[in-house]
């Protein structure tokens, strides 16, 4: 259990009213369109003003892509917008639709683009009030949308300078719906802290030096497995059997849990006093009732000094391939990330959080055992309890507890190689106060008309549960 759990709970907050992200969610595109369809956004929206009711897409890949025929809509099925034929977007390239001939687009509306079928969603965006005068993404084909101050239809958006992470930070609302326990009563009690969802599997860790294996309850929810002996989760040890980890978050590699299962904690129980900020291995193949690690990266020397009980919360891995491909730059060497500098590891970098001073640290972690840190920056928030890589979206989640009131943060990496703040999100309409410590993602692949699953932990067990289920956008 963290410090957070005896602070006071506020039970009432009120959500601004802000826009709805969906972000191009693919859901049934044929094999042959998919990856042209996943290249085209809808990157410029606008609703009112002296410019007419239009939505301009972007091209974000590297091929000339043809659009012809396809379909743009507002909220009303019924309101179709026809694209030309012959009509195609050139890598980097931008194209503007006049749609206010077939329909305008409302305060409270969206905007959304099908394939020439009009069944195939590619993408979409919804707001809840007029764009003043444009919805913006920001950067353009992959950031979140924003009000910028003007209108650059058939050109890049007015972002500023901030690139990717030049999001504004003022808390919007959830973008999905409200929440549901997603738990039986009492299975866990207090201090279920990191989750982490693998397709049919969840993983959950608890302060106590415990590992959940949840799957699914038939309801939307989760219940331990049964199987292989985790029904009542496993006991975790320091390498060689001794200790207690104080086990905050978890995460799986691009491996799955066959590659192993990684676990931050954030001090030995049984020096509870004394800090030890550990990244520890698992296999968890077994069926043992307790696991002992493989492997241990200590951090703890490279790393300000926290309260015992304030350190390590949040774990993401983040692939190679998506930090190289974004530009990423490595605080170790001054220079790009190049990931054959740093020999064999787990061909990505662990992100950990820092419950104390909301700091989020990089590192490879090379198979030898040794570390090297390349990055560190803010999440702009006071403390981090959770962290989560959304691959599909290419960013990083942040997420706070009661603390911060809930609040949730995306950091995308910008156009200097650094994650950045691109969105800060209120908690759940609906959603009190809750100390949530854990915070999970499904896959691209649980996309339902443009929304999929989240789940978070509650390390009180407020009302006798420990987990909560809500939504999304894609």
């Known amino acids: 259990m963290t410090a957070s759990t005896a ?268 800090s030890r900020l550990s990244v520890l291995k698992y296999d968890v193949s077994g069926s043992g009732a307790s696991l002992t690690a493989s492997k241990e990266w200590n951090l703890t020397s490279g790393l300000p000094s926290t309260g015992s009980n304030l350190g390590l919360e949040g774990i993401a891995w983040v692939p190679d391939a998506a930090l190289t491909g974004a530009g990423f730059k490595d605080a170790a060497t001054g220079g790009a990330y190049d990931p054959a500098r740093y020999g064999a590891h787990s061909g990505g970098v662990f992100f950990v959080g820092v419950e104390g001073t909301g700091m989020i640290h990089g590192y490879v972690l090379a198979d030898s055992g040794t570390s090297t840190r390349v990055a560190s920056f803010s999440s702009g928030m006071s403390g981090v309890m959770e962290l989560q890589w959304e691959p599909r979206a290419t960013r990083l989640w942040a997420v706070c507890d009661d603390t911060c009131d809930g609040q949730h943060r995306t950091l995308k990496i910008d156009t200097a190689g650094a994650f950045a703040t691109a969105a800060v999100y209120n908690r759940p309409s609906g959603m009190p106060n809750y100390n949530n410590e854990g915070f999970s993602l499904a896959g691209a692949d649980e996309c339902v008309s443009g929304s999929k699953p989240v789940y978070w932990s509650d390390d009180a067990n407020d009302g006798g549960h420990a987990l909560r289920k809500g939504t999304i956008s894609c």
């Open 7 to 274: 602070r006071r709970r506020i039970f009432a907050h009120c959500l601004v009213a802000a826009p709805l992200l969906v972000a191009g969610a693919l859901t049934g595109v044929p094999a042959a369109h998919a990856a042209a369809a996943d290249d085209v956004r809808i990157n410029e929206v606008v609703t009112t003003g002296a410019v007419d009711d239009s939505i301009e897409l972007f091209n974000k890949g590297t091929v000339t892509i043809d659009v012809s025929g396809w379909i743009l809509k507002d909220t009303d099925t019924d309101h179709t917008y026809k694209i030309a034929s012959g009509t195609t977007l050139a890598p980097g390239g931008y194209r503007a639709f006049d749609v206010s001939g077939k329909f305008g687009l409302g305060s409270d509306d969206q905007a959304r683009l099908y394939l020439a079928d009009g069944k195939t969603l590619v993408d979409g965006y919804s707001w809840s009030k007029h764009s003043d005068p444009s919805w913006s993404r920001c950067p353009d084909g992959s950031g979140d949308f924003q009000q910028t101050a003007t209108v650059t239809l058939a050109g890049p958006n007015n972002c500023g300078t901030g690139g990717e992470g030049g999001g504004s930070t003022t808390p919007v609302a959830w973008p999905g719906s409200s929440i549901a326990v997603a738990d039986a009563t009492n299975v866990f009690g207090q201090d279920l802290s990191g989750l982490y969802q693998d397709g049919g599997v969840l993983w959950g860790a608890q302060n106590s030096g415990k590992l959940w294996r949840l799957v699914r309850d038939g309801s939307g929810g989760w219940k331990p497995d049964t199987a292989d002996g985790w029904s009542s989760g496993k006991t975790l040890r320091f390498p060689g059997g001794s200790g207690s980890p104080d086990s905050e978050g978890v995460t799986l590699t691009g491996s799955g849990s066959a590659g192993g299962t990684f676990v931050a904690s954030e001090r030995n129980a049984d020096a509870s006093g004394t």
